[in-house]
């Protein structure tokens, strides 16, 4: 049967790189609400549609065109694959459809997995990234620097990039965020017996062999 697991926790968390390592190990697949909506819209659906003319507006797309579209991508996969919910749900409502999504495809929530972190350093490893402007490839400014100062390893490039939004204000917006909006779903959660928690501060293996305990074996 087919698992399904949630993957919390704040922007800059490793949720993304976590997701990936799942993906690749259990042959899962990454539901990202944003990647989905985009590809939606892209290809036109009647629920991208709908979402086209919304964020067209200049408004936010809703929790029922977001779960119409979770529920086109369920049924494209089939129900023996099993998904990571990254970025979905976000607040109780959008706990309470998801529900129903899965339960009326025969499926269920099997674990709640939230990356832990200490804001502090979660500030200092967000503004400290930065990544060769040509091929991508990433630093930081105290953890990880080319060999060779200003010199991209991988490529050569002497041209670095940061994202603008990888500044203090934005971490510390979006972690009140995640505490105010995204982490009182965990009670509905815990009164199931489903949510562990991670250390996310942890290097990414670290964090993945704990995240392996939890699953269990990947199949062979």
């Known amino acids: 049967m087919a698992m399904e697991i949630i993957l919390l926790g704040p922007p800059g968390a490793g949720k993304g790189t976590q997701a990936g390592l799942i993906e690749e190990a259990y042959g899962m697949v990454q539901l990202s609400t944003g990647d989905m909506l985009r590809a939606a819209v892209k ?3 009647p629920v991208g549609l709908k979402a086209k003319a919304v964020m067209e507006a200049g408004e936010l797309v809703s929790d029922d065109i977001v779960s119409g579209i979770i529920g086109d991508r369920l049924d494209e996969l089939g129900s023996e694959t ?5 970025g979905y749900p976000r607040t109780e409502a959008q706990a309470a459809s998801l529900d129903e999504i899965l339960k009326s495809r025969g499926r269920k929530l099997n674990h709640v997995i939230e990356l832990g972190v200490d804001e502090d350093a979660l500030v200092d490893r967000i503004t400290g990234r930065y990544t060769c402007a040509k091929c991508n490839e990433g630093y930081h400014d105290r953890h990880k620097q080319p060999a060779k ?4 390893d991988e490529c050569g490039s002497t041209e670095f990039k940061r994202r603008p939004d990888d500044n203090e204000e934005t971490v510390r917006t979006r972690m009140a965020e995640y505490r105010g909006k995204t982490a009182p779903i965990l009670p509905i959660y815990e009164e199931r017996g489903i949510v562990t928690r ?3 501060m942890g290097g990414i293996e670290e964090v993945a062999s704990s995240i392996r305990a939890i699953l269990g074996a ?3």
């Open 149 to 152: 100062d200003s010199v991209c």
């Open 218 to 220: 990947p199949p062979k």
């Open 43 to 45: 290809a036109g659906t």
């Open 82 to 86: 099993g998904v990571i919910f990254d």
């Open 198 to 200: 991670v250390d996310g």
